[in-house]
């Protein structure tokens, strides 16, 4: 069966208990662990969830549309992103604070050292080509926004990782993002329950959000000291670490707490780009590996 469908089932296994705060009161217990019973049976059978770093980033240029499609002709359901904004408060999808890595920024605009993205406007940054880097092939290929590449990724029924990066360059970062996602529909209990994950390295953030949209689910990327992961429980659903920092004692750690919506607190761990360090991973248990080659830690953890 194909993935898509399975998660489908799962859902519906799931019912409403995916994000509900169960583990407050005594009559939920059981639904907590019909829930907890129901991933245990999806992680037998599918092994981790893979998802796609900036799309599949290996071969295509990454956060844009191409890879967000690459991942989706691989079969990965997941993709992550990287969200920023420009000077005129429009939000885009690029990795670095500046343009230069990953487009032609620098021959566009040579006066406009050191090219970051809060000082172009969302108009300058369409005309950029953010794919001629990274292949002949992708030429022309632009910087989405995250309107459009929310839409791209609902067309192809796939499912949404966004980091927030840098949002200590973009105050109110938090809220221009929770309007963009009504604006296109992704508020709904559909995409709230099933397909929207956000997460990022700034813990502020993080609480930021939860205050605003306390039903959105929400990571920090990062490997907290165990004894302080119940303070990020508080408000997080998942702790998203590189990979060489766990092991798989943290791991159980990280799975003896509840997150924020009453269900065991997960990891997704970044970035793996091989086989063995795949296995290893799966073997410490995690829910989800974060891949720019997602079909190698398919193929590696697939039972
Ligand atoms: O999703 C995890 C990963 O994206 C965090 O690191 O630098 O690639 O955004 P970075
Ligand atoms: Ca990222």
């Known amino acids: 069966m194909h993935s898509r469908t399975v998660a489908a089932a799962l859902t519906v296994l799931m019912g409403g208990a995916g994000v509900l705060t169960l583990s407050t009161t005594a009559q939920a217990a059981p639904a907590v662990d019909r829930v907890a019973a129901a991933e245990a049976r999806w992680y037998a059978a599918h092994g981790p ?4 770093h900036r799309g599949a980033s290996a071969y295509a240029p990454e956060n844009t549309l191409a890879a967000v499609d690459r991942a989706d002709t691989l079969g990965i359901d997941w993709v992550e992103n990287d969200v920023q904004r420009t000077k005129d408060g429009e939000l885009v999808i690029l990795h670095d604070e500046s343009l230069a890595r ?7 605009f040579p006066d406009r050292s050191p090219w970051k993205v809060q000082d172009f406007t969302a108009a300058e ?5 953010a794919g001629s880097w990274f292949g002949a092939a992708f030429a022309g290929t632009r910087v989405p926004t995250l309107k459009q590449y929310l839409n791209r990724v609902d067309h192809n029924d796939q499912k949404l990782l966004m980091e927030i990066k840098s949002p200590a ?5 938090e809220q221009d993002i929770v309007e963009v996602l009504g604006d296109e529909g992704w508020l709904d209990t559909g995409h709230v329950r099933n397909k929207l994950v956000v997460q990022s390295f700034d813990a502020a953030s993080i609480q930021t959000l939860h205050r605003q949209r306390a039903d959105l689910t929400t990571g920090f990327l990062g ?4 004894a302080d992961l119940p303070k990020y429980a508080a408000y997080t659903d998942q702790i998203n670490p ?8 943290y791991v159980a750690a990280v799975h003896r707490l509840t997150g924020a919506h009453g269900k065991r607190l997960k990891v997704s761990a970044w970035t793996v780009d091989d086989a063995a360090n795949a296995r290893k991973v799966k073997g410490f248990g995690v829910d989800a590996v974060i891949s ?4 190698v830690v398919q193929r590696a953890v697939r039972p």
């Not at 969830?49 to 796609?52: C, D, N, P, S």
């Not at 360059?169 to 970062?173: E, F, K, V």
């Open 49 to 52: 969830t893979v998802i796609a």
């Open 102 to 108: 990953t487009t032609d920024v620098e021959q566009r």
């Open 125 to 129: 940054i369409n005309t950029l080509d």
């Open 169 to 173: 360059l973009y105050p109110g970062i």
């Open 223 to 226: 490997t907290p000291a165990v």
């Open 242 to 249: 590189q990979h060489g920092t766990i092991t798989k004692e």
């Open 292 to 295: 720019n080659k997602p079909d």
